[in-house]
């Protein structure tokens, strides 16, 4: 099953407004626009919606008097108003008869539009959840017993070590026994490696092979915050506690209550807000922005970074007593250039799930002369470069199989100059004349023209300054004649 991101219907009636808002939301949410109420309930019927946010002032039909109408018809809808006006009258007569959940006043700051809409999305989680739990608690014991073991099964089917794609030879073998054995144990974990590596996938995996797999796993990437909200997002705030906190927030700790949570780029965070975290990992409590009281929350912390933190510590950036809680136990995610045995079979996954959206073609797979050229190459950035070179390659082709020549030209190169290493390495140790090594080398440009042109030999042969039939010629003689 593929996470798909949450979906939002944006209602405006400025282009300029509507065009911004979706630049904003659109790398985190499903963006559906709409100029007015009229179009926005075509959205509506067409679409399926989690999360509306809507201008109040427009044409016809105002944002109160249209959420209302949403509410009758999509009461599971959460419901955001905006505007640009200091009178608030009619948006807070609507909170009630409309559900509305929050209130934001242009102008608009991204980071907090931002903060809005995730919280937006949780609560729309965390509604399915209570309604999915109030129809099991009309079933008997048995049933529901039955119910938690299927979705137990399908969790850990779903994101288990076996979901970790690798050879069978793969170094990430010895990671994954490593990370099945401290799973059970409730102890921190710290995930170093390479951005791309695949930290949450194996933070995910251990979630669900520990006795809180049955409890929720959250995510938070604290790079991607300022102090003031990542201390809103994982801890929560109460109304009124800073600008535009118009309801009370549950934060991440407290949803993550009896399961896991996992601080993606760690290393990123101020040494002000970790010595707000050291406190609450050392407490188990955590204290809501704008609250006096602390709340106890039991919680595993799985923390990931692509930094040394070690060099960080000894530099002044990350507390001492902060990694030691963070690292009861520390795993290295090895680069994709450290497996290439991996590339293969993880390129038949990406490519597989890159297709299962029917969006991106219906290749079968791969050429051997493709996977050669994946393998060749370093991948600086690792897993998340690998994709993107799949989806180009998808883009690109026009028969059943993703051959080498649908590969960009730095992968090609990178191909290229790995064979030449090997082929320098065996001219070396020939001890032939210079005339046989000159003709393996040229053997090799050859084929690299060839490739590049998809094997046209009218074109390659332009290339190379020579005629087609001089090309064929030398194909002949060195046997690369293409069957």
């Not at 179009?39 to 959420?67: K, N």
């Not at 599971?76 to 609507?94: N, P």
């Not at 039955?146 to 990671?175: C, Q």
Request: aromatic content about 6%; proline content about 4%.
């Amino acid at each position: 099953m593929i996470n798909t991101p949450p979906t939002v219907l944006v209602v405006d009636d400025e282009l300029r407004s509507l065009e911004a808002l979706k630049r904003t939301l659109v790398d985190d949410f499903t963006v559906f626009t709409a100029g007015s109420a009229e179009e926005a309930m075509q959205v509506m019927v067409a679409e399926f919606v989690q999360i509306i946010l809507c201008d109040q002032r427009m044409p016809g039909t105002s944002g109160v008097e249209f959420l209302r109408q949403v509410r009758a018809q999509w009461p599971d809808t959460v419901r955001i108003i905006l505007s640009g006006y200091t009178e608030t009258e009619d948006i807070i007569a609507g909170v009630n008869d409309a559900g509305i959940w929050q209130y934001l006043l242009k102008p608009w700051h991204p980071d907090q539009l931002l903060l809005t809409l995730k919280g937006a999305a949780n609560l729309w989680r965390l509604q399915q959840d209570n309604q999915r739990l109030s129809l099991e608690l009309r079933d008997s014991p048995q049933q529901i017993e039955a119910r938690v073991s299927a979705k137990r099964i399908e969790a850990k089917a779903r994101a288990g070590l076996d979901r970790i794609t690798r050879a069978p030879d793969s170094p990430l073998n010895d990671l994954c026994n490593l990370a099945l054995k401290v799973a059970p144990h409730d102890l921190s974990i710290l995930l170093t490696g390479e951005s791309g590596t695949g930290k949450e996938l194996l933070a995910r995996a251990i979630h669900y092979a520990s006795g809180r797999s049955e409890r929720a796993f959250v995510v938070e990437n604290c790079g991607a915050l300022p102090d003031q909200l990542l201390e809103a997002e994982l801890f929560g705030h109460k109304r009124g506690a800073f600008t535009g906190a118009y309801e009370d927030r549950i934060g991440l700790f407290q949803q993550a209550d009896g399961g896991t949570i996992f601080l993606d780029e760690i290393g990123d965070t101020s040494p002000a807000f970790q010595v707000k975290l050291l406190r609450a990992l050392q407490e188990g409590e955590i204290r809501p922005v704008g609250s006096p009281r602390s709340v106890s929350v039991d919680v595993r912390v799985i923390a990931a970074t692509n930094r040394n933190l070690e060099d960080d510590m000894r530099a002044g950036r990350f507390r001492v007593d902060l990694y030691y809680r963070l690292a009861g136990m520390t795993l290295l995610a090895p680069p994709l250039r450290d497996r290439p045995m991996d590339i293969a079979p993880i390129a038949q996954g990406l490519l597989e799930r890159a297709q299962a959206d029917h969006k991106h073609g219906r290749a079968k797979g791969f050429t051997a002369e493709a996977l050669d050229c994946l393998a060749a190459y370093r991948w600086p950035g690792n897993v998340r470069e690998l994709q993107n070179e799949i989806l180009r390659m998808l883009a690109l082709a026009e028969g059943e199989w993703l051959g080498a020549e649908l590969l960009s030209p730095r992968v090609l190169r990178a191909a290229a100059g790995e064979e030449q290493e090997r082929e320098l390495g065996m001219l070396a140790a020939l001890d032939g004349s210079l005339k046989e090594r000159v003709a393996q080398l040229e053997a090799r440009i050859i084929k690299e023209v060839l490739v590049r042109n998809r094997w046209n030999k009218t074109q390659a042969a332009a290339e190379l300054g020579l005629s087609r039939v001089g090309l064929r010629q030398k194909l002949a003689r060195i046997g690369l004649e293409k069957v």
